[in-house]
């Protein structure tokens, strides 16, 4: 089993949907909880950073975070077609020089 | 956006040559990283620095060396490329300390080898 997994995508909605992005972990060590978006041909650009169980909302965007379950969500809410990217999960443990561990990230497309 | 120069952004050469890719940041941050992805793998780290002339491996470093001479650039070499290291890479870097910060990401190195 890996440890975070990623729903493989990739995934069309029509604009205005509530689209629903998901990654489970195995590692119960991970504390730290990221989701980054990729446009084509450029990097990864950080979206939302949490720490903790529950949920952190930003503008359209909230984070979910369960670490009873190792489970986390990242809902967008009155999509749009400029967030359609790649979004990848991301998590780490909190010791020194720990790493990120990503998801394979899924590819979203907003149809107009 | 972080401040974060990878170079060259492109890049196509042939197996067996040597092949430098470069990472300059002007945020001063002590770690650093290079990643490659692929379709299929995601992101996977190759090497990391936490400071000048500190470096470390990760996941995938066989075939890659790396130096950091000075905080603002990390230097990634392959010694003789092959073609299973075309690739996109990015370098990332991070201010980690007791606030745990994120990485960013700068915009990849498109590598080609033929």
């Known amino acids: 089993q890996k440890e975070v997994e990623q729903d493989p995508g990739p995934l069309s909605v029509p604009e205005g949907a509530i689209v629903s992005l998901n990654c489970t972990y195995s590692?119960?060590?991970?504390?730290?909880f990221m989701w980054y978006r990729q446009y084509s041909r450029k990097g990864p650009e950080l979206l939302m950073y949490?720490?903790?169980?529950g949920n952190k909302e930003d503008g359209r965007f909230t984070a979910q975070v369960d670490k009873s379950s190792k489970y986390i969500s990242l809902f967008i809410r009155d999509s749009q077609p400029s967030d359609s990217a790649t979004y990848l999960c991301?998590?780490?443990?909190?010791?020194?020089?720990?790493?990120?561990?990503f998801g394979k990230g899924i590819t979203l497309s907003v149809r107009p | 956006d972080a401040g974060i120069t990878q170079s060259p952004r492109h890049k196509v050469t042939e197996t067996g040559t040597p092949v430098t890719l470069r990472c300059h940041q002007t945020e001063n941050h002590r770690y650093m990283y290079w990643y490659r992805q692929d379709p299929g793998h995601g992101l996977r780290l190759i090497h990391y620095s936490y400071g000048v002339k500190d470096t470390d491996k990760g996941e995938v470093s066989d075939g890659y060396s790396v130096s950091r001479s000075k905080t603002e650039d990390f230097l990634l070499t392959l010694e003789s490329a092959t073609s299973s290291q075309t690739s996109v890479y990015f370098c990332?870097?991070?201010?980690?300390?007791?606030?745990?910060?994120?990485?960013?990401f700068g915009d990849g190195t498109r590598l080609s080898i033929l």
């Open positions: 990332a870097i991070s201010d980690e300390g007791a606030s745990n910060q994120p990485q960013h």
């Open positions: 949490t720490y903790s169980s």
């Open positions: 590692n119960s060590a991970f504390q730290y």
């Open positions: 991301a998590m780490r443990n909190s010791g020194a020089n720990s790493k990120l561990t």
